[in-house]
Structure formats: structure tokens, C-alpha cells
């Protein structure tokens, strides 16, 4: 029998939502997909602020795509949400969980009590008191993660997992497809940027950066005094203008270039980080994804600045799309339902 599986996506201005059947599969099915917008300041960088408002959207969501499952994977990963390398001594999983809020709390901003913490293993070491595992050390604020929850049972759902964004992209972009050695996945989104990095698809590195596409809407919007759609169009429009630009657009050009500039040197920072501290793990390639990443000449910027190869990467590559889908409206906006779709692969039938 089929398990179907809905991966919600809440961002600051609309919510996604993709769903598939037998998720645990080598190709599963791609059912639904819809977006519908938010009121504006009911979500704020991946956390809802007005539960009821975004409940409702939800139930619009629902009957608009007219999904069927109601179970439903969501999503955590805005600037907020820490993952850090941690070793900790051999022993299961579970117990690892157990033991993790007297093993970090020197680690966290904030009281161990306000946040959740989850553990990800990678790799087995040997320490000097014996066998060790390293891993990372997943926290996020426990009262966003918990509104969350909250927003989608006043929805009539029930959340069952509750995943890091960075996982579900890199499970969807590089371990599905099995993208071998390693391989740094940046996902431009709104408001943050995630960086994984991965060997044969096993995450090894996350970073989570506060800035993302958002940013020089905001700028184009500031600087010219525009309407949030107006600036999006121009941004859309001029992008990291190559060759010619008209006398007109010259001072919005600059704007671009320059807020595009400080998020690509920190991308680069980034890359450059891990890769000193792990010289053995050099970084052969960048896989693009998210709606930043669609601003034009952006791949080619990151490949000058960072003496990479960049490609976007294809979620859609490993799943079967059915056949009353409107394909080629998904085709054209694909990368918005990456963070949904790879949120509903994380959940195995």
C-alpha cells in the first residue's frame, strides 16, 4: 500500500508544500505541489509569529492542491538553528541523544532547556580514551520549532518529523544522486543561506548564513524607493548585468553587484574554512539551489570568486513525476519546491 508523504516549506512570503507516495523508494512519486501566499508579518525568517494566520493558510494549501496525505514533514533552518562538529564517546544513537544536554551546554547561545538538540553521526574515531563518533550537533530554539508544530495541528495535520533544511536539500541534490567526493551544496533562500558540505553525499560541514535573495530586494527597494515587487522585478531583470548596461539602470546595477558581492565572499569564506581545517577534503564542485540562486550570472560570479565548478543542481532527478501533473508549470519554477520535496524524502515508508 502507498505511504504518502507532504513536505511543508514556510518561508517569509508563501507557503510550499509538495507531496509523494512511497517516499522510501528508490523513485518515488512526485503527487502535488502548491504555493499560496502569506499575510505579510506572520512568518518572520522561517518562524511563524501568528499561528492562526498561518493555520489558515495552511487549510487554503490543503484544498487548493488538494492534497491528500495529512502527514507531514516540516522544516527548520533559518539563522537560528546551530550545527556545529561534536565528538562524543561510542555508543547508540539513542543514547547519544540522551546524553546531549551535559555534553553542549558550554556549546549553545542560549539555555540547553530552550532548545532541541538532535545528534548526526558520521563517522566512527579512535580518541585517546577509545573509540569515538563524530558528528554533528543539531539545536534549534525549542519554542519556534514548537509553534510550528502548533500552526500545522490547528491545521487539522500531524507532524511527524521534524527535519534540518540543509538535510533534506542535501539528501535531495547529493546523496540521492549520488554525487560523489566532495561537494559544497549552497542553497540561496529569502532571508538565509544554507552551506553543506558532503563526501559521497554524507553531509560533513553546515552553515547556516543570515543573509539571502531577500537582501538586495530590500536594498533596490530602500535606495529607489520601490514597491517590494518593483524591486524584485528589476532585480529579476538586470540580475549581475554582463556587457552593456543602459545609463538608466547603472546605479541599480551597483546596488546589485554590491550586496551580491558581500554574500559571495562569505560563500567563498565559508568553502575556504572547511576546507583549512580539512585539507585532505578538497572541494571539487558548488551545487546551486534556491530562489537566489536564479539570479542570473550568479553561478558564474560564485565560479570566478571561489575557482570552482558551479552547476545548479536538479531535484528532480531521482523521482517520478505523475501523470496529471501540469509539468511544464513545475518545470519552470522547480527550484521553489526544492526544500519541500527534499523535506518529504527524508521520510522513508
Excluded: C
Excluded at 550537533?137 to 500552526?151: E, G, H, S, Y
Excluded at 559544497?184 to 558540505?197: E, Q, R
Amino acid at each position: 500500500m502507498a505511504t504518502n508523504v507532504v513536505g511543508i516549506d514556510i518561508g517569509t512570503v508563501s507557503v510550499r508544500a509538495v507531496e509523494v507516495s512511497n517516499p522510501g523508494k528508490a523513485q518515488p512519486t512526485l503527487l502535488r505541489y502548491h504555493e499560496v501566499p502569506l499575510p505579510v508579518g506572520s512568518v518572520s525568517r522561517g518562524e511563524v509569529v501568528d499561528i492562526e494566520a498561518v493555520a489558515a493558510v495552511l487549510r487554503q494549501l490543503w484544498s487548493a492542491g488538494r492534497f491528500k496525505s495529512k502527514n507531514v514533514v516540516l522544516g527548520m533552518g533559518n539563522q537560528r538553528v546551530l550545527a556545529r562538529e561534536l565528538s562524543v564517546p561510542k555508543m547508540p544513537l539513542a543514547r547519544i541523544r540522551e546524553t546531549l544536554p551535559f555534553e553542549v551546554q558550554d556549546m549553545l547561545p542560549i539555555p540547553v532547556v530552550e532548545a532541541v538538540l538532535d545528534f548526526y553521526p558520521i563517522a566512527e574515531v579512535e580518541g585517546e580514551n577509545g573509540p569515538m563518533v563524530r558528528g554533528l550537533l543539531i539545536a534549534a530554539i525549542k519554542a519556534a520549532v514548537l509553534a510550528n508544530i502548533k500552526t500545522t495541528a490547528l491545521a487539522g495535520l500531524t507532524t511527524i518529523d521534524v527535519d534540518l533544511i540543509p538535510f533534506a536539500l542535501s539528501r535531495l541534490l547529493l546523496s540521492r544522486p549520488g554525487v560523489e567526493g566532495t561537494v559544497a551544496l549552497v542553497d540561496i533562500g529569502g532571508s538565509t543561506t544554507s552551506v553543506v558540505i558532503a563526501t559521497d553525499g554524507v553531509p560533513q560541514f553546515v552553515r547556516i548564513i543570515a543573509t539571502g535573495g531577500d537582501d538586495i530586494t530590500q536594498a533596490l527597494e530602500r535606495d529607489f524607493e520601490l514597491e517590494a515587487a518593483q524591486a524584485a522585478d528589476l532585480k529579476r531583470r538586470l540580475g549581475l548585468a554582463v556587457g552593456a548596461v543602459a545609463a538608466a539602470d547603472k546605479v541599480a546595477v551597483e546596488v546589485i553587484y554590491r550586496i551580491a558581492k558581500e554574500q559571495l565572499s562569505s560563500l567563498r569564506n565559508t568553502i575556504n574554512y572547511f576546507v583549512n581545517t580539512r585539507p585532505m577534503d578538497s572541494v571539487h564542485l558548488i551545487v546551486l539551489s534556491g530562489g537566489g540562486a536564479q539570479l542570473r550570472g550568479l553561478p558564474e560570479a560564485l565560479a570566478e570568486m571561489t575557482r570552482l565548478s558551479v552547476v545548479v543542481g536538479d531535484p528532480l532527478s531521482t523521482v517520478v513525476l505523475a501523470h496529471e501533473l501540469d509539468t511544464k508549470e513545475l518545470l519552470t519554477n522547480v527550484s521553489a519546491y526544492s526544500v519541500a520535496l527534499g523535506l518529504a524524502l527524508g521520510r522513508a515508508a
